[in-house]
């Protein structure tokens, strides 16, 4: 038997519609071309497969055999196509990724070469900036995913955001810092008179910062104002000041003192964002599920940073 998919399609088609003309243009072919497979349809199986009652069409008993069997095969051979394209997608493709400095410098670079141990053909192309910066990237169509932290006020609307990890904010010092309470762990109100480093405009961080010293009731008193992360993090170890930054960053950092905050601290929740009406790429999926995928390993060997868990 040399039954063709086109046959097949042809036939649904006119099945769905009941009607040779619409089916023809349902398929974008002639109606004669049409007719002509179904006709060959019919003797490859030796039954009619439609017959005309009172002027409309209708499925013969043969007709009503092969439709679910027709529909079924069509569905197959979809599904395989699509996991075909998925893989040629994810072995040829591009990625245009977003990350905080502090991501860039901690998390990405392990995803990343897992990522590019497994798809070694894709292009990857990183933009680092603060979180501000990202969302606008993505919402023009810049980037693909990118790695942000969640702001207090919630997401833009317009992005699909994936919460991925929880990460405490420390105090990073080039000595121990003077606590009011030895006895107790450091609070925010023992930085009041700590010179800070601190990050420039547009970073989360400068937000977050700002808004918990004011919270702890004062206007920190700024050694250095206007860091990027490599930055701020040389400016501590250089005996500068202190600075409020993510533990996911200081764990490859020796040179610094690290102090937590004593509970509630400060929280960031770091996530990964998209726009909301574009469907990722092959490429953005196979990156979503090697970064889950190592979160999630990093967590069973107990080898994330101190003070970030995942979400």
């Known amino acids: 038997m040399r039954v063709q998919l086109q046959q097949l399609r042809y036939f649904v088609a006119v099945a769905e519609t009941r009607h040779f003309t619409h089916a023809a243009d349902n398929v974008g072919v002639t109606q004669p071309s049409l007719s002509k ?13 439609f017959e005309r009652v009172r002027g409309n069409i209708a499925l013969t008993a043969a007709g009503e055999v092969l439709l ?30 977003g990350a905080t400095p502090s991501l860039v410098t901690s998390l990405a670079p392990a995803v990343l070469r897992r990522f590019r141990d497994a798809h ?71 930085l009041r008179d700590q010179p800070l480093v601190m990050f420039r405009r547009g970073y989360d961080l400068r937000d977050v910062t700002l808004r918990a010293c004011r919270e702890a009731g004062f206007e920190p008193t700024l050694a250095v104002d206007g860091g990027e992360m490599d930055a701020v993090l ?19 950092r020796p040179r610094l003192w690290v102090t937590r905050l004593a509970p ?12 909301r009406e574009v469907e990722p790429t092959h ?29």
């Open 234 to 252: 040389s400016f501590v170890e250089a005996g500068l000041g202190a600075a409020l930054v993510p533990g996911i960053v200081v764990a490859r």
């Open 68 to 97: 679910p069997l027709a529909e079924r095969i069509l569905a197959d051979v979809d599904t395989a196509r699509r996991e075909v394209q998925e893989l040629v997608g994810v072995r040829r493709g591009r990625i245009r990724l």
């Open 264 to 275: 509630p601290g400060v929280q960031r929740t770091i996530a990964l964002a998209r726009r």
């Open 120 to 190: 070694p053909n894709v292009e990857v192309r990183i933009e680092e900036s603060g979180s501000q910066d990202l969302v606008r990237d993505l919402l023009r169509g810049e980037l693909d995913l990118a790695l942000i932290i969640l702001p207090g006020q919630g997401p833009d609307p317009a992005l699909r955001t994936e919460p991925v990890l929880r990460d405490s904010l420390v105090v990073a010092s080039v000595n121990p810092l003077p606590i009011v309470d030895p006895t107790g762990p450091l609070r925010l109100a023992d």
């Open 37 to 49: 497979q179904i006709h060959s349809l019919e003797a490859e199986l030796g039954a009619p497969l």
């Open 283 to 311: 490429a953005a999926r196979a990156f979503r599920r090697i970064l889950l995928d190592y979160i999630h390993t990093a967590a069973e060997n107990s080898t994330l940073p101190p003070g970030v868990t995942p979400y």
